[in-house]
């Protein structure tokens, strides 16, 4: 089974940066992802990726967050800059061993991003 261990959260201030990391267990790794869950909301898109280097981002985040995928070491990034207040989220890290869908895979126990205004 994979495992997944989320860091890289912390407080920040608006227009600030962070970069968040994911470390995998699993020996394959098809597609990685970012979501996100703020209080009292659904638990939302933010970006994935493939093995083959496919991207896709929530229009919420576009321009302003990338996510990147270590094949060698089934590590995925997520570099946030400019963030807004609206971004405070829990942020969770999943993975799909053979699919193209995160969700359906495993995920971490998250990491907190808090944005002051």
């Known amino acids: 089974q994979v495992q997944l261990v989320e860091s890289g959260g912390g407080l920040v201030q608006a227009g600030g940066s962070l970069r968040l990391t994911c470390a995998a267990s699993?020996?394959?790794?098809?597609?990685m992802g970012w979501y996100r869950q703020a209080p009292g909301k659904q638990r939302e898109l933010v970006a994935t990726i493939t093995r083959g280097g496919s991207t896709n981002y929530a229009d919420s985040v576009k321009g302003r967050f990338t996510i990147s995928l270590d094949n060698a070491r089934n590590t995925a990034f997520l570099q946030m800059n400019s963030l807004k207040p609206e971004d405070t989220a829990v942020y969770y890290c999943a993975a799909d061993q053979y699919g193209l869908d995160p969700r359906s895979g495993s995920w971490g126990q998250g990491t907190q991003v808090t944005v002051s205004s």
């Open positions: 699993g020996s394959y790794i098809n597609a």
